[in-house]
């Protein structure tokens, strides 16, 4: 019997191929139901792999599969997607049938993260239960190890891992990550397999044992092999000769619950290894995974979640005594130690990494705030509280165990953005705006104070802790599966802080205070950066109203800036006008809630300013950034760096070459440009002389030609130039006529209007220039005599 159902299902399997590419999706989709409805679990085997494959893509990134991170709500596939992919849906109804008969899958170790890998690859049993009792070894040795999974463990490893493997995508195609398919289901699978309310929905499936076979727990004989803690060959004995495990009934209800976590976290966030970043006691791991911007937001969505999902947990179980929680319901249970036993040092790690290695730029903010998402879970507790009025009251006082237990996500992590923040250009709106978030978070009420306690209770001394012979302090990462071998709870707020600390950053770490000297030193410069900044969008929106109003509608009568060199220093395209002005209130708001942080008086804070002002004066706009003299010229120091990124300094770019040969302008005819050109080349070659003759002249002649002959540069200011420079101004500097005003879009417009004024008037076509000509020429004649009142005026 076994033959003819293979031969059936791979009949089946070859139709569903040939449909994939020639019937439309919604044909192919029902079909698809009705096979899952119709056909038996060992028919169904064999086309589940090429299924999931095809909805997922394949690990490898050659097959694509349904595009889902590129799939919006207004397509029209999208509800078709939704629909079967849904948690009540035809997929999942099918990984339930193929539960029930213990099915199993294959997934190559060498698609798991590289941490995971190496840890395999090496002989060492890795910490996640995930992986227990499921590593298959072939004849050919270590390199070919493969997972075996159970249906609904594959379906939820392939969804994750279409997130994080490089796809060829079509071009032109964008991610929108707040509602593409692929974040929309993210967030169903969690409120469906992490409810805040009521219970995890029953399998409509059950195998002949009355149960769906849950991932195995880990046997309390076999110890824990997780970082610094290696066995020799554990991985094989592990294998060979683990006892067998009776699962324990009470998991029956949560294991998928515990499934989907634990796979989302090992392939969203176990990127990096935290060996290799204790060891280096920075975040400069060598792995060559990167993250993306999508798949950091996807990341938050989980913090958020599983803030909402813990602070979900009944009243009587939040006590962390035995007592307490002694008849509470596994998924009580699950609550109650979801955030730090699952997420902690995983996400602790793969921040670190996001705060070292991305780019400076605004793009940042996706890891700002899954950081600040993390580390607010009051903010999800589902109360509808009114965000202004939850500023004020500040942080409740049952956070203050959370933050003591979380401390480097605060002070260490504070630090990073500290590090970062005075290397960017905070005149930027979008940068000004994460310092502002940063600083709005930190200056709740009684955060600062619950994180000087945190740090008061590290700095404990060593007495305080028993059994001091034999320190090894807990890491998040122990345990595996909490319902078979829950470790004693530990009361003692002190060892619990130190065993947080010591855990992510190894033994020998040496811990910075937030509140300390040194930090206290850092921020204080940033105060010194953001006030420096706000000088400088007050200077750019000054400059931006100044240049809107020379270049208003006046200006097209000649009386505008005739600056073509004039640029904003010190901000992005955007960031004038309304920019500008969110710029300057995001970085005050930021000084305010920084002195309410660190416990500045205006005192201080005016002694800070008075120190910046000294260092400034008037024309520090135009003084060159602060420099050394090096072997081939000046050298930018930090300093300089800092001013030229904050606006506050910046080196004098112009053009300094002939006039007549600067590039075509967007708002210049090149036609025009260039005829105009060869004319006033042929007339200066003539009459140069003449032209020289009559611009030497002393006299109101000699005033008037040099107002049409010479060339702007003629009039420059006496500043320091190089003798090459010199030697250009000078060739630039002889009397010459000069028709490119002419080719300007600006100026045709302007004769264009007068041409029509003069046909209103019954004036020719000569007669309109012949006055047009005369009105420029009186327009000089005025020039000449009242121009030098005008501008001492």
């Given amino acids: 019997m076994a033959a003819p159902a293979l031969q059936q299902s791979s009949f089946l399997l070859a139709n569903l191929k040939v449909d994939s590419t020639t019937k439309p999706f919604l044909q192919r989709c029902q079909e698809l139901v009705k096979v899952i409805d119709d056909y038996p679990a060992k028919e169904l085997h064999l086309i589940f792999p090429w299924l999931v494959e095809s909805v997922f893509g394949s690990l490898d990134g050659v097959i694509v599969g349904w595009n889902l991170r590129f799939l919006q709500a207004r397509s029209n596939e999208y509800n078709i997607v939704m629909d079967f992919l849904d948690p009540s849906g035809p997929m999942m109804k099918l990984v339930y049938k193929l539960q029930a008969d213990e099915y199993k899958y294959e997934i190559p170790v060498s698609f798991l993260p590289g941490p995971v890998k190496a840890s395999i690859q090496e002989g060492v049993l890795p910490d996640c239960p995930l992986f227990h009792n499921k590593l298959q070894f072939p004849l050919s040795g270590l390199q070919t190890l493969s997972l075996a999974l159970n249906p609904f463990e594959y379906y939820m490893f392939m969804f994750a891992s279409s997130l994080i493997t490089p796809k060829n995508y079509p071009l032109g195609q964008h991610v929108s990550s707040s509602d593409n398919a692929y974040f929309v289901l993210v967030d169903t699978y969690l409120k469906y397999f992490l409810p805040t309310e009521g219970s995890v929905p029953p399998s409509p499936f059950a195998d002949n044992r009355g149960s769906v076979s849950p991932s195995a727990p880990r046997a309390p004989s076999v110890p824990f092999a997780g970082y610094g803690i290696h066995s020799t060959s554990l991985l094989k004995r592990h294998i060979s000769h683990q006892p067998s495990v009776t699962a324990d009934p009470a998991a029956q209800e949560i294991w998928r619950s515990e499934a989907l976590l634990q796979v989302f976290v090992e392939m969203w966030l176990h990127h990096y290894s935290l060996e290799m970043y204790q060891k280096l006691q920075s975040p400069q ?26 602070c979900s947990l009944k009243p009587e179980q939040v006590s962390s005594s035995p007592s307490a929680h002694s008849h509470a319901s596994p998924l009580e249970e699950f609550k109650r130690v979801v955030v730090q036993r699952f997420v902690q040092q995983k996400l602790y790690v793969f921040l670190q990494h996001c705060f070292g290695h991305w780019p400076l730029d605004a793009s940042f903010r996706a890891v700002l705030e899954t950081w600040l998402s993390y580390i607010q879970p009051w903010r999800y507790t589902g109360e509808n509280t009114n965000p202004q009025t939850d500023q004020n009251k500040g942080v409740p006082e049952k956070w203050g165990l959370f933050v003591q237990e979380n401390l480097l996500m605060y002070t260490k992590l504070f630090q990073g953005f500290l590090n970062r923040v005075v290397r960017i250009d905070l005149v930027n709106v979008k940068n000004a705006l994460m310092v502002f978030r940063v600083a709005k978070v930190f200056a709740q009420p009684n955060l600062s104070e619950m994180i000087q306690k945190g740090e008061q209770l590290f700095l404990e001394p060593e007495h305080v802790l028993h059994h001091r012979q034999h320190r090894v302090f807990l890491t998040p990462s122990h345990g595996g599966s909490f319902l078979s071998a829950r470790q004693s709870v530990v009361t003692d707020r002190v060892f619990r802080v130190k065993s947080h600390v010591y855990g992510l950053e190894g033994q020998d770490c040496q811990y910075k205070q937030m509140f300390g000297t040194e930090l206290r030193g850092a921020v204080l410069k940033l105060i010194q950066i953001i006030a420096q900044a706000r000088q400088t969008a007050k200077r750019i929106s000054d400059q931006s109203a100044e240049v809107a109003a020379n270049n208003s ?79 081939n010229g000046l050298i930018l120091t930090d300093l300089g760096r800092m001013q030229i990124i904050n606006g506050l300094r910046r080196f004098e770019i112009e053009y300094q070459g002939d006039p007549e040969l600067q590039p075509i302008r967007s708002y210049e005819n090149a036609v025009l440009v260039r005829l105009f050109f060869k004319i006033s080349s042929l007339v200066n070659e003539r009459f140069g002389g003449h032209m020289e003759a009559l611009c030497s002249r002393p006299d109101f002649l000699g005033r008037l030609g040099r107002h049409y002959l010479a060339s702007p540069e003629a009039m420059a200011d006496g500043r320091q130039r190089s003798p090459e420079t010199w030697r250009t101004v000078e060739r630039n500097r002889r009397p010459r006529l000069s028709l490119r005003a002419l080719a300007s879009y600006r100026t045709l417009l302007m004769l264009l209007l007068l041409y029509l004024f003069g046909v209103l008037f019954s004036f020719g076509p000569m007669s309109s220039t012949l006055l047009i000509l005369t009105g420029g020429f009186l327009y000089g004649l005025f020039i000449t005599l009242f121009g030098d009142k005008l501008k001492s005026q």
């Fill in 285 to 310: 791991v060598k792995e060559t995974f990167t993250p993306t911007e999508e798949h950091v937001l996807v990341v938050r969505l989980l913090v958020k979640h599983l803030h909402a999902f813990s």
């Fill in 553 to 631: 509608f006046m200006s097209w009568f000649g009386m505008g800036s005739p600056d073509l060199n004039y640029t904003f220093n010190g901000g992005e395209v955007d960031d004038t006008g309304e920019c500008v002005k969110k710029t300057h209130e995001f970085l005050e708001r930021s000084l305010d809630y920084l002195c309410q942080i660190f416990r500045l008086n205006a005192g201080q804070l005016s002694q800070l300013m008075a120190t910046l002002s000294s260092g400034q004066d008037d024309g520090n706009s135009r003084q060159l950034p602060d420099c050394v003299q090096g072997e």
